[in-house]
């Protein structure tokens, strides 16, 4: 795992167990890790990951995914007050 990606190493590595962390770059991957994080992650770590790359680019990411399971996407709802859409 790079060390310099700080949002990277302070994330559970097997969020990513598919990706190699050597190389995974935290700024071209937002959307693999707002993903990961959002669907398998705790509620800390949702909370570093909206500190990281800010509300509206999370917003915007979790808006773009093709598939969200019923429980993630109800509590993404809450979270960011949106309309469930």
Request: glycine content about 2%.
């Amino acid at each position: 795992m790079n060390p310099n990606n700080s949002i990277i190493s302070s994330l559970k590595p097997n969020y990513f167990w598919d990706v190699d962390l050597a190389i995974l770059d935290e700024t071209n991957a937002s959307r693999l890790i707002i993903d990961r994080v959002f669907s398998l992650g705790e509620i800390h770590e949702m909370n570093q990951v909206i500190h990281f790359y800010g509300k509206e680019k999370v917003v915007e990411v979790l808006c773009k995914l093709s598939y969200i399971d019923p429980k993630t996407f109800n509590f993404i709802v809450k979270l960011f007050n949106k309309p469930a859409e």
